[in-house]
Nanobody, 122 residues
Framework: LQLVETGGGLVQPGGSLRLSCKASGITLDYYTVGWFRQAPGKEREVVSCITGGDALTYYETPVRGRFTISRDKANNSWFLQMDSLKTEDTGVYYC????????????????WGQGTQVTVSS
């Protein structure tokens, strides 16, 4: 199984980015997928997740109302639309998948992508 994130980059405050996470090697229809980020010198933290079977979504408070998680089951892909970006959103963003029925912290996920850098700066 391989997860590959794309879509990171440099954006000004207030801008938008759309991250993609593509899975290959296994169909993840019933896997919960989470987006995490890690800022320099800080621990990896959950940003958002979407459960496998019923597509329930969860957002951490700092991103609620600005980020939107979605999935394309047919293409084994997940997305994180990030709007109204702030400097504090800067970090490496990872997607992760696990055979869960709920959203979990990092330890609950079995598969991780390599990460994509998001930098929000003027």
């Amino acid at each position: 199984l391989q997860l590959v994130e794309t879509g990171g980059g440099l954006v000004q405050p207030g801008g938008s980015l759309r991250l993609s996470c593509k899975a290959s090697g296994i169909t993840l229809d019933y896997y919960t997928v989470g987006w995490f980020r890690q800022a320099p010198g800080k621990e990896r933290e959950v940003v958002s997740c979407i459960t496998g079977g019923d597509a329930l979504t969860y957002y951490e408070t700092p991103v609620r109302g600005r980020f939107t998680i979605s999935r394309d089951k047919a293409n084994n892909s997940w997305f994180l639309q990030m709007d109204s970006l702030k400097t504090e959103d800067t970090g490496v963003y990872y997607c992760a998948a696990g055979p869960l029925t709920y959203c979990s912290g990092p330890d609950g996920y079995d598969y991780w992508g390599q990460g994509t850098q998001v930098t929000v700066s003027s």
